[in-house]
């Protein structure tokens, strides 16, 4: 005796397969439209375009209708926008599938020597921690930080951080001769200890300097599951 049928619609939307994946995509096109929002030609469409299979009612003449140009820009223009925002889903959903920790946003200020400490031993132990110890009236130290800023957004899996060597407790370590001093941990062991990272770069220095300068020692990971985004390619579709 064979089982209760099970209608394709109520499938969840983790199978495997172009299948699977083409009903992913429909369900989260349609959920993912603020329906309120668009004029009801639009949002019908939408519907139409976004449904596995025409409703029984609908006619077979409607399912062989011509989409009219007009018809044709408006599915477009709205696919366009789902689908940037289903490829970020689905790359977060693999990040965290893949158990490669959590994510991070910007610069992180430290502001005491117990944040210091907290973070390099309490962050998640596949994190790498990027520490950058600075005093603002260093040379470098200011151009070190807006390098930091820029690749934290690179590589939002990596949480960079900085914290004044007046603030750390230990400013009798980090006096200004020493200074700016990049730390890297993960899983609360130093990986990286460069004092005068200035040194290793030239006079003028940018993000790519200082990035090809971490890749060097293999201090970054791949960008392969890089979950920032391009910013670029989100405006255009906005």
């Given at each position: 005796?064979?089982?209760?049928?099970?209608?394709?619609?109520?499938?969840?939307?983790?199978?495997?397969?172009?299948?699977?994946?083409?009903?992913?995509?429909?369900?989260f096109?349609?959920?993912?439209?603020?329906?309120?929002?668009?004029?009801?030609?639009?949002?019908?469409?939408?519907?139409?375009?976004?449904?596995?299979?025409?409703?029984?009612?609908?006619?077979?003449?409607?399912?062989?209708?011509?989409?009219?140009?007009?018809?044709?820009?408006?599915?477009?223009?709205?696919?366009?926008?789902?689908?940037?925002?289903?490829?970020?889903?689905c790359?977060?959903?693999?990040h965290?599938?893949?158990?490669?920790?959590?994510?991070?946003?910007?610069?992180?200020?430290?502001?005491?020597?117990?944040?210091?400490?907290?973070?390099?031993?309490?962050?998640?132990?596949?994190?790498?921690v990027?520490?950058?110890?600075?005093?603002?009236?260093?040379?470098?130290?200011?151009?070190?930080?807006?390098?930091?800023?820029c690749?934290?957004?690179?590589?939002?899996?990596?949480?960079?951080?900085?914290?004044?060597?007046?603030?750390?407790?230990?400013?009798?370590?980090?006096?200004?001769?020493?200074l700016?001093?990049?730390?890297?941990?993960?899983?609360?062991?130093?990986?990286?200890?460069?004092?005068?990272?200035?040194?290793?770069?030239?006079e003028?220095?940018?993000?790519?300097?200082?990035?090809?300068?971490?890749?060097?020692y293999?201090?970054?990971?791949?960008?392969?599951?890089?979950?920032?985004?391009?910013?670029?390619?989100?405006?255009?579709?906005?």
């Amino acid at each position: 005796m064979s089982g209760p049928a099970v209608d394709e619609d109520e499938l969840q939307a983790t199978h495997t397969g172009p299948k699977g994946v083409i009903n992913d995509w429909r369900k989260f096109k349609l959920e993912s439209v603020d329906q309120d929002t668009l004029p009801p030609n639009k949002r019908e469409l939408l519907r139409q375009m976004s449904s596995p299979r025409k409703p029984k009612e609908e006619g077979r003449e409607r399912v062989h209708r011509k989409m009219s140009a007009q018809e044709y820009e408006l599915i477009k223009e709205e696919d366009e926008k789902c689908l940037h925002r289903y490829r970020k889903q689905c790359m977060q959903e693999m990040h965290e599938r893949l158990s490669f920790g959590p994510t991070f946003e910007g610069m992180h200020d430290l502001e005491s020597g117990k944040a210091f400490l907290e973070v390099i031993e309490k962050e998640h132990p596949l994190t790498v921690v990027v520490v950058h110890i600075y005093e603002e009236e260093v040379k470098g130290c200011e151009a070190l930080n807006n390098c930091f800023t820029c690749l934290a957004t690179e590589y939002p899996t990596v949480k960079f951080c900085k914290i004044k060597a007046s603030r750390t407790g230990a400013d009798d370590r980090f006096s200004d001769d020493v200074l700016p001093t990049i730390l890297v941990y993960k899983s609360g062991e130093l990986l990286g200890n460069f004092l005068c990272a200035t040194q290793h770069l030239n006079e003028e220095f940018f993000a790519v300097d200082v990035e090809a300068f971490l890749n060097e020692y293999g201090l970054l990971p791949e960008k392969d599951f890089n979950l920032g985004g391009n910013e670029e390619e989100e405006a255009d579709v906005e």
